[in-house]
């Protein structure tokens, strides 16, 4: 039961990280705000994501899995909901900081016991990968069902339906068992200690520059469909235009499920994790320069690759970065790497909303492409550590 836990925490992750997203071609016109200010929400989300996961980090390794992952599901539920209800700006952007607890929280539990409870416990990275699968699933499924139920009900019942998919999980939640945690760090201060460590601080950057990527896609991928869409169709009707670039997240969504149940069959995916994030993190450069200057025609091919290029990177950084580590400490380090990590997501969406107000989207995706270089250089340095 503690394996269908960490999946479905993982999978809830996925959820948050592609709601703004999914709801963007809506929720914009709703709010009545334009491409700036919708970065603003998602530096807002990912802002609080940042303090959210130092605090997560060190209570699981306090309290354990169990009361994390509750809390979790039932805040995470019960801020879709008030998103839902949501009609300004002042409305919508309490909701979005607060759902930084609950998506925090679904990360650090799921993220902490996948590596402990999947391949008994013996490879990291690929237990990584394989449980991350599901984060990919929440990803895939989130915009499907939303452009889906926004064809056939209200705005408002579309977003309440998927606080109530949030808040299922909290019955096996409640009833499963969990494996022993370890007495870790007693406050934050003690925590950031460990920033003392090169390990952790070079994998906090290799998150900071792909985490960057990623919320990029997950939050712009719609738009920028939308976006190319309209240009290159001009003659196809708006809801189904809304529709066909909600699915593109979808796609990108599944690419990500691929390339990660592929790379949790590769036993030696700890050992030259490094390498492989680094010639993945080429690749993506290269096709994110592909999408500043494809057509529509191209784009749902370019974003599936990006996706399979993406996919194992988070997974085996933090599976690369906990075989240097004890179990004990685990959900400390992850909530430290990961909070530098965010930053990358504060900083980078939002730039890229601010530089498609005077531009386009699918210009402003270049600012994606230094990172992809940063991505080689600190992933090979974290390997030699």
Known sequence: MEKIVALLCVFGLGMCFSLLGSISVKLMPRLKIDKGKFGSLISAFMLMCLVASLVMGVVVDKLGYKPVAIFGFVVTAACIFALSRGRTYGEVIIPCLVLGFGAMALNTAGNTLIPVVLFGGENPAAASNLGNVFFGLGLFLTPLIVSFLFRKASYEKAISALAVIVLIPVIFASIAKYPDVQAGFLTVGDALGLLGKPAVLVAGLVLFFYIALEAS??????????????KDFPEMAGDVADAVAQRMLSVFAVAMMVGRLVASQIQFITAYGDVIIAGLALVAGLIIFGMTKSGAIWTSALVACAGLAFAPCFPTTVG??????????????????????????????????????????????????????????????????
């Open 217 to 230: 896609f997950c939050n712009w991928i719609a738009p920028y469909g939308k976006e190319i869409i309209s």
């Open 320 to 385: 690369v970065t906990f075989a240097k580590f004890e179990p004990a400490v685990y959900g400390s380090v992850f909530g430290i790497i990961f909070a530098i990590g965010l930053l990358g997501a504060v900083i980078v969406p939002k730039a890229i909303g601010n530089y498609a107000k005077g531009s386009s989207v699918k210009r402003s995706l270049k600012l994606l492409i230094p990172a992809c270089i940063a991505l080689i250089v600190l992933a090979l340095i974290l390997g030699k550590l």
